[in-house]
């Protein structure tokens, strides 16, 4: 009936192996849906979120459908021989899976299942826009800025929107602006997925789109699920509804950079590699320190009493010297992305590296918060200042004090400077109540709060002494009763 090679099977189970098809309770979903028709095959998979579909010409005989579970077929094709082939054919009781192990055909009989257990896949119109090549690796970098914070309901996806994709996680900022789509309203929300590792990095795609009637009369329509399609793959996913912050506000101009690094590549391959291993890797937001001097630039890393400083030799610095921090993931990832100038104003501003139409920038992490060979620390990085607009998300944001309100009163030219940190609260505890004055009415409350939470652990102790004060109080009361009855008892014994 359908006939596949063991290279497309291990193709169609790399692919579908994204969806985590092992894990849902309902067994038609933790199966591939083999649509045969002649000359032609078509293969399904969903976790009800997302749909993927392999649709591709296939040596097949006759029409049919069934339901293959995933880990019988991923197993077929891990033990298969390389250059054999897997073919699924009817069987008097059934289907059965063949494969060769060894030189030895092997046959697995398919477990009957209920097609109309199986749900219906999204239909899509037939128009689809067409995308510029490269979109696919453009999405996979920007889903690595992505929040990972289940909470942030709308940082979890990429924003596609008529010119840009760009991803956030309050921190990090990754946008580009190669597109030119038509898409109703400002754009759509993409959740983050792994999927897109099926798809051609590099080669073009193509986005479709449905549509329903917005709830105010004469408003645009809006788009409630979307696929983005490329050769024989189609990833289709429901939209995630809300408002993406207003990202643009928070990325400073180029020009007003006054400091710029172009690394080489031989220092862009070393710093991908090296970093990751040194000293602080492990402490809170990785920290290194960058320090530029009219002589060079060097990355500078610190703990546990181990110092380590990464010259950049080959790389190109200009601009007046200053000193930043930051968390050394968002340069290895930069790097790892092909962007090589690095941009910088001064230890507060956000970091902007940018390669032709792209941009990634993040947040510095405090400098006195840096590790330092005597005094290890953990640092706290700085939120990316995002502007919002009130977004209409379904699920709460534990992290909005991470983004600046919308009416936050900076400037795309002039992004809002992080106040300097005090020092942990904890660590500045005085009966001084001049320092109480300079710590202002929040830090006296802090006080205050601290001060109940110390007075009730003490009367939680007293208590407990008390208690067993009290237990030993009736214990002695107890042994002077027996001895009072002992001496009763003696008096009436006759000598």
């Known amino acids: 009936m359908l006939t596949l090679s063991v290279q497309r099977a291990r193709e169609l189970a790399a692919g579908f192996r994204t969806l985590k098809l092992t894990k849902p309770v309902l067994p038609a979903l933790r ?9 032609h095959c078509e293969v399904q998979a969903t976790n009800l979120s997302e749909w993927l579909t392999h649709s591709a010409e296939a040596t097949t005989t006759g029409t049919a459908s069934l339901l293959v579970p995933f880990e019988l077929f991923a197993e077929a094709v891990k033990t298969a021989d390389a250059k054999s082939d897997l073919a699924l054919n009817e069987a008097k009781d059934g289907w059965e899976l063949t494969c060769t192990i060894g030189g030895q055909g092997v046959t ?15 239909v899509f119109p037939e128009s689809a826009q067409p995308m510029p090549a490269g979109i696919i690796r453009t999405f996979m970098e920007a889903m690595a800025a992505a929040s990972t914070d289940t909470t942030r309901y709308i940082l979890n996806g990429v924003w596609l929107s008529p010119t840009h994709v760009v991803a956030t996680d309050g921190r990090q900022i990754f946008a580009s602006n190669s597109l030119a789509l038509k898409i109703p309203g400002r754009g ?4 983050t997925a792994a999927a897109l590792k099926s798809f051609d990095a590099g080669a073009p795609a193509a986005l479709l789109f449905r549509t329903e009637t917005a709830p105010i009369e004469g408003a ?12 024989a793959w189609t990833w289709a996913v429901k939209i995630v509804e809300g408002s993406f912050p207003e990202w643009s506000r928070a990325v400073p101009k180029e020009e007003s950079m006054l400091s710029r690094i172009v690394f080489s590549e031989a220092d862009a391959t070393r710093l991908q590699r090296v970093l990751p291993k040194l000293p602080g890797a492990a402490h809170h937001n990785a920290p290194v320190t960058l320090v530029v001097t009219g002589s060079g630039a060097e990355l500078r890393t610190a703990a546990n009493g181990s110092t380590v400083n990464v010259g950049l030799t080959d790389s190109v610095v200009t601009g007046p010297p200053v000193t930043v921090g930051f968390n050394r993931g968002f340069l290895v ?7 090589r100038a690095l941009n910088i104003r001064d230890e507060r501003t956000p970091v902007l590296m940018r390669e032709g139409n792209r941009t990634h920038l993040w947040m510095p992490v405090r400098l006195e918060a840096c590790p330092s060979p005597s005094a290890p620390a953990e640092p706290e990085a700085s939120p990316v200042p995002v502007p919002s607009n009130p977004p209409t998300e379904t699920k709460p944001q534990s992290e909005n004090n991470n983004m600046v309100s919308p009416n936050s009163s900076h400037t795309p030219e002039s992004p809002v400077a992080q106040p300097a940190a005090k020092p942990a609260f904890a660590a500045r505890i005085c009966a001084n109540p001049e320092q109480v004055a300079e ?24 208590n407990v002494e008390v208690r067993e004060l009290v237990r ?11 001895l009072k009855r002992n001496l009763r008892v003696l008096k009436t014994v006759e000598v």
């Open 108 to 122: 697995h009989a398919v477990p009957p299942f209920d097609l109309g257990e199986f749900p219906k896949p999204w």
């Open 333 to 339: 990832q930069s790097l790892a992305h092909g962007f």
């Open 31 to 39: 199966c591939l849906r083999f649509t045969v028709t002649p000359g």
């Open 472 to 482: 030993e109080k009736r214990a002695v009361e107890k042994d002077l009763e027996a």
């Open 188 to 191: 759509m929300i993409f959740p």
């Open 439 to 462: 710590y202002g009415p929040l830090d006296t409350l802090l006080r205050a709060k601290e001060l109940l939470r110390e007075l009730q652990t003490a009367i939680t102790a007293t």
């Open 220 to 231: 645009e329509a809006i788009a409630t699920h979307a696929a983005i399609r490329q050769g």
